[in-house]
């Protein structure tokens, strides 16, 4: 296990059998999202989400939360003034993109462990990972309506994806308390498991992803988001672009050869 420098205290990382694990590290406010954590989260995955040695991604939180959100106690204290409009838009602009956006738009896989509750903004870095897996004593809940928001980190955009429109506006509006096995009905998260079989849930699905073949997988990551953007003909196109380039790569020799010797692969990725 390699512990990384995040730049602060509120944000673990390590890197153990090419896996990044990010925690969220506010226990005593159930990992709500200061500027402190969110300036190490940020510069942890621009750092290391492309980094040769990481081939997955795991997001979650330390002491029984996955995240709260905003912090609304900061919110309360906040004054109005301290900076310009412009000047607030383009900073929360860079949080976003840098963070939910920047998890979205890795070309590895990425998985959000729940061990409890993420709200509003954590439910939105929760939706920016490809997977999630739930503690069934946990839930999930946009939250922004009852601060009186209307939600940010793109997790209107995010949450319309996994589970559709009608479902995204009904937990859009609502504020839901969306238990673990409502969430796994809804398509919401794609595993659930005891709060003392969560960690090996992950592990479970993640472990062979993070040594698996890298270029495949980007190229994969590529079809399913063209799948929500483009028209079938243009889908396959590229598809048919990605097939070919993906059959160079010295991963896809060595599945083969792997196949016919009948022994599983050693993916070096490339």
């Known amino acids: 296990m390699a512990q990384l420098d995040t730049g602060t205290e509120e944000l673990l990382a390590d890197l153990t059998d090419r896996i990044l694990t990010i925690t969220l590290n ?17 510069r942890t995955i621009a750092k290391y989400g492309d980094h040769s040695d990481v081939g997955a991604l795991v997001l979650t939180g330390a002491g029984g939360a996955f995240c709260a959100g905003g912090d609304v106690k900061r919110m309360a204290a906040r004054k109005d003034g301290e900076q310009s409009a412009e000047a607030k838009y383009q900073d929360m602009l860079a949080r976003h993109l840098e963070s939910a956006g920047a998890i979205r738009n ?68 609502t504020c839901e308390r969306v238990t673990a096995e409502r969430a796994l009905s ?24 993070a040594t ?17 953007e483009i028209d079938h003909a243009t889908a396959i196109d590229h598809e ?4 070919l380039r993906a059959q160079s790569t010295a991963d896809h020799k060595e599945a083969a050869r792997a196949f016919v010797e009948k022994r599983a692969p050693n993916f070096m990725g490339e």
Do not use: H
């Open 106 to 173: 890795l070309r590895i896989p990425t998985v959000a462990a729940i061990p409890g509750a993420a709200a509003g903004a954590g439910l939105a870095l929760a939706l920016s990972c490809d997977m999630r897996v739930m503690a069934d004593s946990a839930f999930v809940t946009t939250g922004y309506a009852k601060v009186g928001l209307p939600g940010d980190y793109g997790v209107a955009w995010m949450l319309t994806r996994v589970i559709g429109p009608g479902l995204a506006r009904e937990l859009m509006l």
């Open 240 to 243: 048919a672009a990605r097939m």
């Open 212 to 228: 698996g073949p890298r270029v495949a997988l980007r190229y994969i990551k590529d079809n399913l988001d063209d799948a929500l």
């Open 26 to 42: 506010r226990p005593q406010a159930r990992n709500a999202l200061s500027p402190e954590l969110m300036f190490g989260l940020r």
């Open 186 to 209: 809804l398509g919401l998260v794609n595993r659930v498991a005891t709060s003392e079989t969560l960690d090996d849930a992950v592990q479970e699905l993640v472990a062979p992803l």
